[in-house]
């Protein structure tokens, strides 16, 4: 792979990265409600989808995706079902209790590490458009002349690093909302607005062709 294609990946990448979507969008919720902690365990689930999801499309899973439309559509009603039913949690919080017990630096007893990891891993395989994507996008800078597993190797290092710096930067974002989330009012409106996104990224994942 020559520099300039690597570069040229580079700056595809940091665009694609900086949209903001339900991945970006759950990091920064739990940084501000869960803090920064919460938000690295979320991280690292998206991250773990991602990657396994974008080695799959080497395979060529994204292609056989392509060719049965039906098991397709499957993957991505369930995932625009999953994302729909985040919303509607967040929605239908209930914060009665004080607001110091509401916000907290530190995830709450109910919600492990684990449990975060285990939302971004399940957010972030919510759309099989990713294998889709990464069947379509990656080949674009593989070169025939040079080994193909070494350009996938490289590019895919290069999207994680990319990808993790803008999670780092929404994680952070959310961490510094924390101190205006400190009255339940606040906090309940900012979940019904990720809520109300979150359903809306469901409905233009259902909508989707």
Same mark, same amino acid.
């Given at each position: 792979?020559?520099?300039?294609?690597?570069?040229?990946?580079?700056?595809?990448?940091? =665009? #694609? +990265? $900086?949209? @903001?979507? *339900?991945?970006?969008?759950?990091?920064?919720?739990?940084?501000?409600?869960?803090?920064?902690? /919460?938000?690295?365990?979320?991280?690292?689930?998206?991250?773990?989808?991602?990657?396994?999801?974008?080695?799959i499309s080497a395979v060529g899973l994204g292609a056989l995706l392509h060719?049965?439309?039906?098991?397709?559509?499957?993957?991505?009603?369930?995932?625009?079902?999953?994302?729909?039913?985040?919303?509607?949690?967040?929605?239908?919080?209930?914060?009665?209790?004080?607001?110091?017990? =509401? #916000? +907290? $630096?530190? @995830?709450? *007893?109910?919600?492990?590490?684990?449990?975060?990891?285990?939302?971004?891993?399940?957010?972030? /395989?919510?759309?099989?458009?990713?294998?889709?994507?990464?069947?379509?996008?990656?080949?674009?800078?593989?070169?025939?002349?040079?080994?193909?597993?070494?350009?996938?190797?490289?590019?895919?290092?290069?999207?994680?690093?990319?990808?993790?710096?803008?999670?780092?930067?929404?994680?952070?974002?959310?961490?510094?909302?924390?101190?205006?989330?400190?009255?339940?009012?606040?906090?309940?409106?900012?979940?019904?607005?990720?809520?109300?996104?979150f359903v809306g990224f469901a409905a233009l994942m259902a909508a989707s062709?």
């Amino acid at each position: 792979m020559g520099v300039q294609a690597w570069w040229l990946f580079v700056v595809m990448t940091f =665009v #694609v +990265s $900086a949209t @903001p979507g *339900p991945n970006m969008l759950l990091v920064m919720s739990h940084g501000a409600r869960f803090g920064l902690r /919460a938000a690295v365990m979320t991280m690292a689930g998206c991250m773990t989808a991602l990657l396994c999801m974008m080695s799959i499309s080497a395979v060529g899973l994204g292609a056989l995706l392509h060719a049965f439309p039906t098991v397709f559509d499957v993957l991505r009603y369930l995932g625009a079902a999953y994302l729909a039913y985040l919303g509607y949690k967040l929605w239908v919080a209930d914060f009665s209790g004080p607001a110091a017990e =509401v #916000v +907290s $630096a530190q @995830p709450s *007893p109910e919600r492990s590490d684990a449990s975060f990891y285990r939302q971004g891993l399940a957010v972030a /395989a919510s759309n099989p458009k990713a294998i889709v994507f990464s069947a379509a996008f990656f080949p674009q800078f593989i070169q025939p002349e040079w080994p193909a597993l070494t350009q996938f190797v490289i590019l895919l290092t290069t999207f994680t690093v990319i990808e993790v710096s803008w999670y780092l930067v929404y994680a952070i974002s959310g961490h510094k909302l924390s101190r205006y989330l400190q009255q339940a009012h606040v906090l309940k409106n900012f979940n019904r607005v990720t809520g109300g996104v979150f359903v809306g990224f469901a409905a233009l994942m259902a909508a989707s062709r």
